[in-house]
C-alpha cells in the first residue's frame, strides 16, 4: 500500500495516518478495510462522528437516492425540502418526546463553528464579554473555540492571547473534596472576586479530549440553577457526548436539565457528512437575519442523513438493542479492570463513552500498537494520554463487540508481558 | 409551498430564505428549480461555491459509485485512497502546471477554518502574534477570521476584542492617489511607528464580501516584495475568488505571484460538498503531528468530486469554453454599465467573478427583487450593499448565460421605470 | 471656609473633601486642623502614607535645610549626593539588619508605578504574559494595576478588557474550609488545568482596601514554596502595608520570607512626599539601562526625608515605642468589639494596621460622620465598605491615641442609639 | 566622587548616571554642580520639568516658609488652603487670559497617571474601548500610556499585548506627500474600514521623544475638527511640551484649539517636585467620586510651587523676556545647522522647545560626550537616537545662554574634527 505521496504532499500536521499505518478503502458498520483487505474493528468511530456506524445503509440509502434525483446540494441558508425534511423530523423524533423547546441555527457544519455561534450568541444576548469554561474542556480549533479549551498544547495553538476566559473547576477538580459549584456560585456573587460576570458557562457533560472526565447529574443540576441565579447562559457542547453516543440522544437527559443553547455536530448527520446545529431557548434567539453565516450551512446531503438518523430514535427496538449493547460494554469493561489491575487504574465515561484510565501514556500506547495489529482501532485522550478511549458504534453487532474486545483484552495481556 | 417550519423552528438568524421566499429542490448546471417547478437562473451560486454548476455530472457520478462501492465516508485523517487520488490528481492537474511547489494541510472543511490555520501556522513559523489585515476585507465568521475582517458589523458580532490585528488600506483605498503599497513598506521598517511587526499579511485579491473591490497585478506583486523584505508571511485568501472563479484556478495567477499560504474552500470540492485545503511553501510547514485538527477534514465524499474538478482544468477545450464564456460577461455587462449610467456606477471584479457598483442600496434592492420573480439569483455586497455580484457558474451554457442577463438587463430597466 | 472654588473648578472626581467638607491647613503628629482652627485626630493617615505622623520634626528639619542650601530636587536617575545617602542608609538601616539582599529600583514616585514596573520586570524575566492576583486585591490607578485589582468597581475603571491575569482565591476565601494555597499548586502543575504558567503572583499580605483581609505567616510561607516551586515571581505588594504599618519595617517580616521583588510608597518618604521603590532580589535585576524610566524618579527632597525615616530603625527606643503603641491599640480595639457586638462582627489586621468589621455600610457611614464632627478622621474599606480602618500614626503620643480611641468609642454608642 | 554605591545596589535600569558619570549637588537657575564644585549648563532640564530653573527663588521661597509653618503637606483630596490657593490662581492667570474653560482633575502626581486618568475618562465618557496613538508618539511608562507610545523598544516593556490601541500617522507621516488628516477622516467615515471608531485621538504638538517631529497649526486644528465632526474625544498630552516650554503656557495655544481633556506635569510645580493636572472641558467631567485615586494626589508643597509659578504668566515682562530668549535660541540655532551640515540635517520643534536632526545617532554621542566634558548637559531623542534635544529654562540668563551655545559650538566641531 503506497503512502508516499502523503509523505511527499501532505503537511506534517497528519496523525493518525502515522499511527495507523495503512491505506483505508471500504467500510461497513463496525468494520474497516484496508486496500490490503485486512479489516479492523473500529472502536474510535472518526472520535464520535460515526455512532450509527459507517455506512449504515438507513441512512446512505436515502442519501444516494437524493443524489441520482438531481436534487440541490449546497443551498447556503436558503430554504430547501431536504431541510424542512430534517427540521420536522429533529422536532418531533427527538425534542418533542423529550418536552423540549429550541429554535434551530444552522451555522457552519463542523463543532467549532457551532461553539463560536453559541458563544458570539451569548455574548450578544448578555452584552458581557468574558466567559467562564472548565479545566480539562476541549471546544474545537478556530480561535474562540480555542480559547475556552482546557489544554496547554491546544490553547497554545493560535499564538495569541487568550481573552475573555475564565476557568473554573469541573466536577471532581482538583479533587472530589472541593466543591466546584459552590466555589463558582462564591466567585459569580461577590463583587471583590475580581471575576467578570461572564455571558456564559459552557461545558461537555463528559470531557472527553480531557480525559473521559464525567460530571454527576446533581453537579449538572446544580450548574444550571447557579447559571438562571445570576442570569448567565448555559451552553452543553454536546458535540462529542450528544447524538446518541451515550445511549441516549443528548448526553445530558440522564440529568433532566435544558441548558439554555446546545451545540451538535460529529454523529449529527449519521452518515459521517459535516453537519453542525445550534439549538437556542426561544428567548435567546436574539440573532438578527444575516448576521451569522457561513457558506456550507445549507448541507443537503448532511440533512437528509440526519433527518434518516433522527427516525432511528422513534423505533423501540433501536433503542432497546442500544440499551443491551451499553449493559454489555460496561460489564465487559468492569471485568478488564478487575483482571488488569497493574495496568488500568478504572473506568471512567458513561454508557457507551466509555473510558480506561491506565497507569501511564506508555501502557497505553503499547496497547494501541497491539490492537492495531491484530485489528482494532482505539485511541488515547487526557492531559497525559493515559486513558484508552472506547467508543464502539451505537448499533453495533454483538458479534463486532466481542471481537473487538477480545482483541483489546488480548492487546492488555501482551503489553502486560512486555510484548 | 409551506415555508411555516422555517418560521416556527429555525433561528433568526435565517436570512436567504428571507430574500428568496420558496422551496428550492431540484438543481442542474445554472438553472434551481423550486418545489413548485418553477426555474431559476444562478448567478450566486452558493456565493461562489458550485463554479461547476448544480450536479455537473462529470463530478456527481464518481460520487454515486463511491458511496454506492460502500467506500469509506469520513477518516479523520487517516490514509484512504480516495485522499491519495485526490492528492495526485491535485499535484500533477493544478500546481505542477504553474510551476507552483506546496503542501498540502486539510483542516476542518469551511473556508473560516482553513483561515484560522492559516493564520495559527504563520503566527508559529514567525513566533508573532499580530496580523495585518486590509480595510473591507472578509476572512469567515470564527473569532481568529473575523478578527482580520474589515466590516464593522462582522467585527461586531463576536462581542469581544479584536486583538492582534493591524487594519492596513488596500490596493486603491481611500483613493487612487494613496500609495497603499508604499505606507505599508513605510510602517514595517520604522522603529518608531508604533506598529508591531505582524507575523502576516492575510489578503483577498478581489475582495467579494466588501464590494467586489480589485487588486492590480502590479499591487499585488509589490505587496508580495514588501512580505519577503520583512520577512513577513503573505496569506491569500483564496476561498472565494480561486477555485477557478476568476477564470483561472487561483485568482493570483495572472500576477504570477506564489503567496506563503493559500486558502481554498467554497467551490474546490466542485459539489457543494465541504472542503477546504490549505497550501503550505515547503518551508513553512512547521506543524508538529496533530498539533491542529477537525473532525471532518477526512470528507472522502468531497475527496471524489474535488479530484474529478480539478481534471477539468487538464482539458483545453474545459479552459477554451471557460475563457469565451469570461470575454462574453464581460462585454455584456460593459453594455449594461453604458446603457444604465443613471443606475450603474461602473463595473467591478475580474473575469467571471464580476460586480456592477450602482447608485444605491434601495436601486440593488429593487433590481434584486425584480430578477427574483423573473427567474434570476443574483445578491449583492459592500459596506453599503450597494454592488450586484454576477458570478454565473463558469461552466454555464450560452443558452442560460443569455437568459440570465436578459433577465438582469429587464430588471435593469424595469427599476429605473421606477417599477 | 470658603469651598466655593472646588465645586466650582475641581473635577467631580473630588471624594475625601465631600466626606470631611472643611479646609484644612495645618498637621503636626496626629492632629491636622482646619482654616478654622479645629483639631481632629488623623486615623487615616492619607490611607497609609504619614505612618510617621505629620511633620515629624526629624523627618522635616532635614528638608527644610536642603531646600535653603539650594541643593539639587529633580534629577531624573542621575547621580546626586542625597539619593546616595538614602541608598545606603537603607541598605544599613532596613536590610541588612533582616539580612536581606535586594537591589533598588527608582520608578515614577507613585505606587502604581512601583506596581507597573514589578509586573514589567516580572514578564521580562520570564518571558511570560500573564500574572495572578487575588480576590479582593487592589494595586493602583494606571491599567497594569488596576488589570489585577479585584474589585470590580476598580477594574471598570479603563473601559478596557484586563487581559492577562488569572485570579486566584485568597487565604481563607471563600471560607476556610477551602485550602487556596493547595489550589493554586494543583493548578501550576496541571497541564490540562486551562491556566497559563503565569510570570508572577503578586500579593498584599493584608488587603487594606479589599476590607483588611489578613494572610497569615503559614499561609504566605505556603505561597512563597510554591512560587519558587514552579518558578514564577513573587511580588509583594507593600505599598500600604510596608514601611511601618503593622509595626515592623516590612509586613512580611513576621512571615521570614524574602519575596523576589516588594515594592514599596506611601511612607517610604517618611513626610508624604511623592516616592516608591522596587526590591529586587539581585539575580532578577534583568533590565537594560533606561529600559524603565520616569520624570520624577529623582524626587531628592524625598529621598533625604526618607533617609531621616529609615535612621529611625535604628533607634531600639523608637521600636520599643512602636510595640507598647501596637500593644495599646489592639487590647482597646478587642475591648471595642467585647463592648459593640451588635454593632461590630470581629477585629481584622495586624498590629498598627487594624481593622472593625461592622455589621453594615450604614453602620459604618453614620461612625464615620459622628466621629468627624467629633474630631476623628477614619475611613471605610472593603467591597462592600463595611470595615472601619483604624491607621493611626506609629508614632502617635499616648494622648492622641487615647483621645482618638475615645471619639471612637463615643461615636459607636451614638450610632447604637440611633443618633 | 564615589559612585560605588550605584553600582552596589541601584538596578541596572539606570541610565542618565551612567551618561554622566558624576554625583551632581547644588542647582540654581540653569547651572548645576557636582560634588567636586565644576559646573555644567543645564539644556536638558529634567526633560522639560524645570522650564523656570532649578531652585528658582520665586517659586522655591514660599515653598520653604509653607514648611517652617507646619503647614499640611499629603492631603490626598481633601480640601486645604494649599491646593485652593493653587486652583485660584491657575484659573486666573491662565485659563481665564485665554479664554479657556476647563475642570480640573489631580490625579496620582505623575504624567502617565495623567494620561491614563484621561484615557479612561474618554473611554466612559464614549463607551468605546479603542484609542486612536500617532506614529512616534511617547505617553508615559504604565501600562495604558505605554499602549498608545509608539517606540518599539518601550512598547515591548510591559510583556502583554497592546490592546485597544489604532495606530495613524502624525503630520508629515511617512512623508509630507502624505494627508495624514485626510487619511484620518476617511477611516473614522467607513463602516468597511476595519477600524473601530474611537473613544479618543491622543497627541503631542510636538514629539519630544520621537524626535522633535512638530505638528502645524493647521494640521492641529483640522485634527480638532474632524474629532468634532466624528464625536471623538481630543486628549492633548502637553506634559512636556506644555507649562511653558514653547514660549507659551500651553503648547497649543499658538493653534487657537481647545482640546477637550489637556494632561500637564513636569514643569507644572515650577519646583521639580510631583505633580500633575487633567483639565477636562466641563461637559465631560462625568465622573463618579473617588472613581480615580491616588494617594500623592494632594502634594501641597508642589500647590504652593505651582501656584508661584502661575503668577509668572500675569507678569508682561516676564512673557516679554521668554519672548526674547525664543527669538534668540532660534536664531543660534540656525547658524549652527548653517555652519555644521555635514553633521546637522536641520532644526526641528518650536520656541524653546528645540532639537537638531543630526546624520547619525554616532554624531549625536560624540557630541554630548564633549558637551558633558566642556560642562554641557544636553540629550538625544528620537527611534534612531539622532537628534539633539535643546532645552534650555526658558528663564535662562544670556550669559548662560551664551555659555551653553558656545559649549555646543566647540562640541559640534570637535566632533566634526573626529575628536
Known amino acids: 500500500m503506497n503512502t508516499d505521496v502523503f509523505a511527499a504532499y501532505e503537511s506534517n500536521v497528519r496523525r493518525y495516518g502515522r499511527s495507523f499505518p495503512t491505506v483505508f478503502k471500504k467500510a461497513v458498520g463496525a468494520t474497516i478495510w484496508d486496500e490490503g483487505g485486512k479489516p ?60 423540549l423547546s429550541y429554535r434551530i441555527q444552522f451555522p457552519g457544519p463542523t463543532g467549532t463553528n457551532a461553539n463560536e455561534a453559541a458563544l458570539a450568541l451569548a455574548r450578544k444576548y448578555t452584552g458581557r464579554s468574558s466567559v467562564m469554561a472548565f479545566t480539562n474542556s476541549f471546544h474545537g480549533m478556530s480561535l474562540g473555540s480555542l480559547a475556552v479549551s482546557g489544554a ?79 442570569s448567565v447562559v448555559l451552553i452543553v457542547d454536546d458535540i462529542q457526548a450528544g447524538a446518541g453516543r451515550t445511549g441516549e440522544f443528548f448526553s445530558f437527559d440522564f440529568a433532566k436539565i435544558d441548558p439554555d443553547i446546545v451545540c451538535l455536530s460529529k454523529s449529527l448527520s449519521g452518515s459521517g457528512s459535516p453537519l453542525s446545529i445550534v439549538l437556542i431557548r426561544p428567548h435567546l434567539d436574539v440573532w438578527n437575519p444575516g448576521e451569522h453565516s457561513g457558506t456550507f450551512r445549507g448541507n443537503n446531503l448532511a440533512f437528509v442523513t440526519a433527518g434518516a438518523m433522527c427516525k432511528l430514535w422513534s423505533d423501540s427496538q433501536f433503542i432497546a438493542s442500544v440499551e443491551r449493547t451499553k449493559t454489555k460494554l ?90
Chains 1, 2, 3, 4 share one sequence.
Not at 469541573?170 to 467578570?196: C, H, M, R, T, V
Open 40 to 99: 479492523y474493528i473500529d472502536f474510535l468511530v472518526g472520535s464520535g462522528s460515526l455512532n450509527y456506524g459507517h455506512n449504515n445503509p438507513k441512512i446512505i440509502q436515502p442519501a444516494i437516492e437524493y443524489l441520482v434525483e438531481g436534487n440541490i446540494i449546497l443551498s447556503l441558508d436558503m430554504y430547501t425540502a431536504a431541510k424542512r425534511d430534517f427540521i420536522e423530523v429533529f422536532v418531533d423524533s427527538i425534542l418533542k418526546p423529550k418536552g
Open 152 to 230: 496547554a498544547s491546544t490553547r497554545q495553538l493560535g499564538g495569541v492571547a487568550r481573552h475573555d476566559v475564565i476557568r473554573i473547576p469541573y466536577d471532581g477538580y482538583p479533587n472530589q473534596d472541593f466543591d466546584s459549584a459552590g466555589y463558582i456560585d462564591s466567585i459569580l456573587g461577590d463583587p471583590g472576586s475580581g471575576i467578570e460576570k461572564p455571558a456564559a458557562i459552557i461545558l461537555e457533560t463528559i470531557q472527553a479530549e480531557g480525559g473521559m472526565n464525567t460530571a454527576s447529574a446533581a453537579w449538572l443540576t446544580e450548574i444550571q440553577r447557579i447559571c438562571r441565579k445570576h
Open 330 to 419: 460496561q460489564g465487559h469493561l468492569d471485568y478488564l479492570v478487575a483482571k488488569f489491575p497493574e495496568c488500568i487504574e478504572h473506568k471512567r465515561g458513561r454508557g457507551l463513552m466509555a473510558g480506561l484510565k491506565c497507569r501511564s501514556q506508555a501502557v497505553v500506547g503499547r496497547v494501541h500498537d497491539i490492537a492495531f495489529e491484530n485489528g482494532l482501532l482505539i485511541e488515547s485522550s487526557g492531559p497525559n494520554r493515559d486513558v484508552i478511549k472506547v467508543l464502539p458504534p451505537i448499533t453495533i453487532s454483538d458479534d463486532e463487540l466481542d471481537h473487538g474486545l477480545a482483541i483489546l483484552d488480548h492487546a492488555l495481556k501482551e503489553q502486560a508481558n512486555g510484548h
